[in-house]
C-alpha cells in the first residue's frame, strides 16, 4: 500500500515562510506524478503546484511566483517551498501522487499538514 506522509506544517506570521515535504513509500517514487492540493475551512479544494516524473511544474495562479515545488527522487520525497505566505494560504495541504497529472485527484493522498498563516 502506498504512503505518503506530510511534514513541514504550522504556524507562521504573514510574509514568513514554510517548507513542506511529503516522503512517500512503498511505490516507485521517480515514475510518479506528485501534486500538492490544499482545503481551507468552507472552501473548495485547491490544487496548488504539481510535478511531473519529468520535473516539469506548474502552479495554480495564487502560488505563482511564491511557492515553489520540487523533489528528490533519491529520498522519494516531494516538497513544496511556500515564501511570503498570506493569511489566505491558510488550509490543510495534501500531498498527492499518480502516474498521470490527468489522474491526479484519483490517485493517492497523504493525511495533510495544516498551515497557518497568523499574525
Known amino acids: 500500500q502506498v504512503q505518503l506522509v506530510e511534514s513541514g506544517g504550522g504556524l507562521v506570521q504573514p510574509g514568513g515562510s514554510l517548507r513542506l515535504a511529503c516522503a512517500a513509500s512503498r511505490m516507485i517514487f521517480s515514475i510518479y506524478a506528485m501534486a500538492w492540493y490544499r482545503q481551507a475551512p468552507g472552501k473548495q479544494r485547491e490544487l496548488v503546484a504539481v510535478?511531473?516524473?519529468?520535473?516539469?511544474?506548474n502552479y495554480a495562479d495564487s502560488a505563482k511566483g511564491r511557492f515553489t515545488i520540487s523533489r528528490d527522487n533519491a529520498k522519494n520525497t516531494v516538497y513544496l517551498q511556500m515564501n511570503s505566505l498570506k493569511p489566505e494560504d491558510t488550509a490543510v495541504y495534501y500531498c498527492t501522487a499518480a502516474r498521470t497529472i490527468a489522474t491526479m485527484e484519483s490517485g493517492y493522498w497523504g493525511q495533510g499538514t495544516q498551515v497557518t498563516v497568523s499574525s
Open positions: 510535478i511531473t516524473s519529468g520535473g516539469s511544474t
